[in-house]
């Protein structure tokens, strides 16, 4: 019988993927910066749009997307975490005879 959750996505399980996680907010900052969105403000347009804007949208939805990408993955490293000590809990009890 199928389950009608979606797939979980595998976990990251890596320390290196929290801080990976912890640095996306100042990778954003970063990337707004006005240095370095001075790189984009010549006269230059993508499908009409001024290139600063396109790059402004475009860092903007690339942070939402992988804030989103890295929050489900280390949900489900937190959730499994979460439902091993609860199993060890509950193992103990069950040693303890109460």
């Known amino acids: 019988m199928k389950s009608s959750r979606p797939a979980r996505p595998a976990p990251l399980q890596s320390p290196r993927a929290r801080d990976a996680a912890a640095v996306l907010p100042l990778l954003g900052l970063f990337a707004w910066m006005p240095p370095v969105i001075g790189l984009f403000g010549g006269s230059a347009r993508v499908f009409g749009i001024p290139l600063i804007v ?3 949208f475009g860092v903007w939805l690339a942070l939402i ?3 989103l990408w890295f929050s489900r993955r280390l949900d489900s490293v937190d959730d499994a975490s979460d439902a091993d000590s609860a199993g060890a809990e509950h193992d103990e009890t069950e040693r303890s005879g109460h």
């Open 65 to 67: 997307a992988l804030a």
């Open 54 to 56: 396109a790059w402004l």
